[in-house]
């Protein structure tokens, strides 16, 4: 989320807005961004990351202004449509605000019954009559914290003649449904469509008839039925013509709901500024994990081949557009398999063999260095969180001046004083780093005895490099990366403000320099401040602790910490938990509370930092699942299972309910008694909602969802990545088969490599040649199978099924697409 521009002014005398942005799936705010105080030209710079959790229609941005006095004012909004976000993937993009009303506002389908019939009147004259069946909705969005829907049905036309117009009035309503956003209606209604005509006519229809009702639509509207006095809220609406019935008198389907078309045509599209977003959105299937053997199996023996660059993931790689692109479903794979160490020493090795200055070792974005950034940031995550976090949360919460560039100093500071507090501040950070060693996880420290292995080989001449190829990653790449931007790295919600900003910035600086180790400090900085402030750090102990804390994380035979028993902080939060032991259900019996889970207990308190209402045992979890919406009319509801209750408990969105499901599942899936059944529902009133059995104690009725892998650091789908893969390696296919031509080549002449395959490294031409082979075979193997299963599923599917309601643009892309390709008709 990159920054807003001419934004309207405020109506008040100083013009200036304080705004922040929000992300949101439908209707459904998932993330939100810091407030940017007093600007019309807002810059966010935050990242947000989310497995999507459920289906949606929009992913939508809406820019607030803060009010203190009242309800905070939406200044417009973006809203892509899923089938529109591959446009945009992976590249800034310049949005236009829309206007924000009711009537764009909608999300949800509803699934209609039609049936149109002939009746013959008792004076023998023929009508045609229309029972409309109104079934079920399901999403419709929660309007401040409620939905109590209903729907209206209207038949209109250009003139209408009913027989009996008190009876049949043009526009009829459901019962209210309340507290559910999945109604269940079931309500039928009758129309007279068209005016009696005398009984000799021999079509169904004659022309005077089909006219009319080819004008004529049948409308369904939902609503949200409000106690405020500003009346019902209007939810989504459903237009059908019923010139599609003269085909068929009878037509049932699943609709998605439409916004009401008369939004305010009078504004100018640029009357609201517009938002830089650069969206990253991917969607893969997944098979089951026997179709990815072949190309997984060859994958995973890349540390093995020789020279690792004719490996599958060392060519990948090189096919790739961008470094990363390739290393992070490589990183997760290997980790995934534990063959991470391994891999990357053959490809550092194999890099610093080719490296000809040691001052330059693993300073380029190569596969080795932006694989050991992706693991760093996997693996090391907990580590920044109880190294880093506590004092940047300091700096943030103490906000002292420490801008030392005389040009840049605001009225009334003291340079003096803002480089003592730039002192202290870097002297902590600094000795928070070098004292952390034993904490470094087991798998960075393995790496980098492996990186300082190879450079000591490489270059014996020069004593320093065995250093210095470990601090360009834990330094340069790791730490100095995570103190300049701690909200990419989770220590900060939000990018913080400017001032801030600015002393970390000159913090990150000074802390890369220190861990740099190079021979003339000073001269690294061009700015004179910056080298003037770093006279303070020119002492030999500085040096001395930076070599100590990089020969303790580069050992080798470094024994296991798993055994330090210092709680590691996994996620809290603000959700709301019901009451336990209570008969009855309404609003009072839930209440929020600051929850908090670590690798030991998972507990609950009135607000942050107080004592604990209650501890749960991780080992007492015996399973975490979703609760049925049914329940107690409450969305985005878990429960956390214990031997002698359960605990309800509401997230504020779907994505953190997910987040919490998938750690709280994570961390217990060890116990030795989790539940293989559960109850999808509440016990209320005496008996489970699910199974209607009386005794709270009764055994679950459905199965437990499939567990994640046991281990805490991560959670990856080794299937879900080799997929990923899978689509790279297809999507750089050119790339490929470019690259066996150059072994071909190579191969044949022996010569100086032509220079239109001077862009690949093959060290070995038939062996290069041989896994590329295989991978080639693998990928149209896997090419096959998805296109099968597109066929098949084309087959299956039905337009208008509660899958695939009517109005799915992208199912109806598919299918054009589908039609393009295959003799199948739908």
Known sequence: LGEAKNLPTYPGPNKMRDCYCTVNLDQEEVFRTKIVEKSLCPFYGEDFYCEIPRSFRHLSFYIFDRDVFRRDSIIGKVAIQKEDLQKYHNRDTWFQLQHVDADSEVQGKVHLELRLSEVITDTGVVCHKLATRVLECKGLPIVNGQCDPYATVTLAGPYRQVLKTEELPFSKKTKVKKKTNNPQFDEVFYFEVTRPCSYNKKSHFDIEDADEVDKMEIRVDLWNASNLKFGDEFLGELRLPLKFLRQSSSYEAWYFLQPRDNGNKSLKPDDLGSLRLNVVYTEDHVFSSDYYSPLRDLLLKSADVEPVSASAAHVLGEVCREKQEAAIPLVRLFLHYGKIVPFISAIANAEVKRTQDPNTIFRGN???????????????????????????????????????????????????????????????????????????????????????????????????????????????????????????FQLTPHHPDPQTSRTLTLISKTIQTLGSLSKSKSANFKESYMATFYDYFNEQKYADAVKNFLDLISSSGRRDHKSIEQPILLKEGFMIKRAQGRKRFGMKNFKKRWFRLTNHEFTYQKSKGDHPLCSIPIENILAVEKLEEESFKMKNMFQVIQPERVLYIQANNCVEAKDWIDILTKVSQCNKKRLTVYHPSAYLNGHWLCCKATADNTPGCTPCTGGLPANIQLDIDGDRETERIYSLFNLYMPKLEKMQEACGSKSVYDGPEQEEYSTFIIDDPKETYKTLKQIIEGVGTLEQEHAQYKRDKFKKTKYGSQEHPIGDKSFQSYIRQQSEISAHSI
């Open 366 to 488: 190569s596969l080795t260095s932006k694989c050991i950034d992706e693991t760093m940031k996997l693996a090391g995550m907990h580590y920044l969180q109880v190294t880093l976090k506590p004092i940047i949360d300091e700096i943030c919460q103490l906000h002292k001046p420490c801008e030392i560039d005389p040009v840049k100093l605001k009225d009334g500071e003291n340079l003096e004083n803002n480089r003592e507090n730039l002192r202290q501040f870097v002297d902590r950070i600094f000795t928070v780093i070098t004292k952390s060693g034993v904490s470094c996880p087991t798998v960075m420290c393995d790496i980098f005895f492996s990186l300082r292995e190879s450079a000591a080989k490489r270059f014996q001449g020069d004593p320093d490099v065995r250093y210095t190829a470990v601090s360009s990653f834990i330094f340069l790449r790791f730490f100095a990366p995570a103190i300049l931007s701690p909200n990419l």
